[in-house]
């Protein structure tokens, strides 16, 4: 296995991946959570981290870009 062709696997917490998107966390719970109005199915799911949780950077990564994707092809 080709260590370097690996994304780097680093786990961020739900307040700095709000601040990377820049929505506040109970906005990001809402995306994360299949009952709410503004769940988005696509947005990547929670990493269990004992008794919290967090997301994979790169996953919230590629998803940012997808959005970005989708908004400059409209």
């Not at 961020?12 to 199915?41: D, H, M, N």
């Not at 947005?43 to 008794?51: A, E, Q």
Request: charged share 30%.
């Amino acid at each position: 296995m080709n260590i370097a062709a690996t994304p780097h696997k680093r786990i961020i917490r739900r307040r700095a991946c709000a601040a990377k998107l820049g929505v506040c966390e109970s906005t990001l719970q809402k995306w994360t959570y299949p009952k709410s109005p503004i769940y988005k199915p696509d947005f990547p799911t929670k990493v269990k981290l004992g008794r919290t949780s967090g997301f994979f950077e790169h996953e919230v990564d590629v998803w940012l870009e997808r959005q970005a994707a989708k908004t400059r092809r409209a």
